[in-house]
């Protein structure tokens, strides 16, 4: 069970958007709608901002969107803000029950 | 607000087995599942498993041969013990609730593993 795939890095100055991609197979992304996304400032608790492939929870800022096709997830920042930049993981449910997280993308506010 | 806390020691031989703890207040313990996750220094987020209130249990396939995880829910709690540790498995560890996806987690505890 290998961690799902995203970029190892995106960037984009303040205002823009960026997109971060989550490639999994069909026995995980393709078939399962328990995506979520983690934003993860370093030495902090891992944060949820979206759940259910595009589900915003309470208190996540609207510039923060998911969607999914196929076998790929992706994470939208739009109007990206300095406290923007942190680590974010993807992660998905699986059919045997478990969860399997992405490698990891750090995103870089210029 | 649900809140989470991990204990433990903070340094375990090799070989050894890795206790943890995770302490829930707050309110809403009962079902629920819990979770360990875990984070090497510069690498990716891992889930290790999870627990269900009730004791039901689901965990890694690397990791299964090697967990353990129990639920005392007198105490709001519940723990994550790791057999035969090496290096490897130097990392802090997260403790987060699951609901589909992990809303609320814990400070983390930086667990070494010394030879």
């Known amino acids: 069970q290998s961690a799902l795939t995203q970029p190892r890095s995106v960037s984009g100055s303040p205002g823009q958007s960026v997109t971060i991609s989550c490639t999994g197979t069909?026995?995980?992304?393709?078939?399962?709608?328990?995506v979520s996304w983690y934003q993860h400032h370093p030495g902090k608790a891992p944060k949820l901002v979206i759940s259910d492939v595009t589900k915003r929870p309470s208190g996540v800022p609207d510039r923060f969107s998911g969607s999914k096709s196929g076998n790929t997830a992706s994470l939208t920042i739009s109007g990206l803000q300095p406290e923007d930049e942190a680590d974010y993981y993807c992660?998905?449910?699986?059919?045997?029950?478990?969860?399997?997280f992405g490698t990891g993308t750090k995103v870089t506010v210029l | 607000q649900v809140h989470l806390q991990e204990s433990g020691p903070g340094l375990v031989k090799a070989s050894e087995t890795l206790s943890l703890t995770c302490t829930v207040s707050?309110?809403?313990?009962?079902?629920?599942?819990w979770s360990w996750i875990r984070q090497p220094a510069g690498k990716g987020l891992e889930w290790i498993g999870r627990i269900y209130t009730t004791g039901s249990t689901d965990y890694s396939p690397s990791l299964k041969s090697r967990v353990t995880m129990s639920v005392h829910t007198s105490k709001d709690q519940f723990s994550l013990n790791l057999s035969s540790v090496t290096a490897a498995d130097t990392a802090v560890y997260y403790c987060?609730?699951?609901?589909?996806?992990?809303?609320?987690w814990g400070q983390g505890i930086q667990v070494t593993v010394s030879s």
């Open positions: 069909s026995s995980d992304v393709g078939t399962y709608n328990s």
């Open positions: 707050g309110g809403y313990f009962k079902s629920y599942y």
């Open positions: 987060a609730r699951e609901v589909g996806a992990f809303d609320y």
């Open positions: 992660c998905s449910s699986t059919g045997t029950y478990t969860f399997i």
